[in-house]
């Protein structure tokens, strides 16, 4: 299984913006569909936002507009553009991966269907 370093997070103001990065050692990355979790104080893990081999994307409504998830194969990354950002969206962030891709917009949203996570990256934003 491919291992996944997340790297970016921080403290940011409202209305500011962040990206994470997550790299991923071992593996064949291009054959991975990946995705972003998030885990707020006291909450459950949620996703945010996935992406599959060939593109194609996937947003929780929250972040709708506000996010971006790509991925750039030859450096074994995929990233999470955020922007606008809310107190709400304080949370460890959590890159995860599933090899062969992801199958639907229904099953990309649950952590069951990822073998490979990170260690996860704090984001705070402060109002």
């Known amino acids: 299984q491919v291992q996944l370093v997340e790297s970016g997070g921080g403290l940011v103001q409202a209305g500011g913006s962040l990206r994470l990065s997550c790299a991923a050692i071992?593996?064949?990355?291009?054959?991975?569909?990946t995705a972003w979790f998030r885990q707020g104080p006291g909450k459950e893990r949620e996703f945010v936002a996935g992406?599959?081999?060939?593109?194609?994307?996937y947003y929780a409504e929250s972040v709708k507009g506000r996010f971006t998830i790509s991925r750039d194969n030859a450096k074994n990354t995929v990233y999470l553009q955020m922007n606008n950002l809310k107190p709400e969206d304080t949370a460890v962030y959590y890159c995860?991966?599933?090899?062969?891709?992801?199958?639907?917009?229904?099953?990309?949203?649950?952590?069951?269907?990822?073998?490979?996570w990170g260690q996860g990256t704090q984001v705070t934003v402060s109002s």
């Open positions: 992406i599959r081999i060939l593109g194609g994307t």
């Open positions: 071992g593996g064949t990355f291009s054959t991975y569909g």
């Open positions: 995860a991966a599933r090899s062969g891709g992801l199958t639907n917009s229904s099953s990309a949203r649950k952590t069951a269907e990822y073998r490979s």
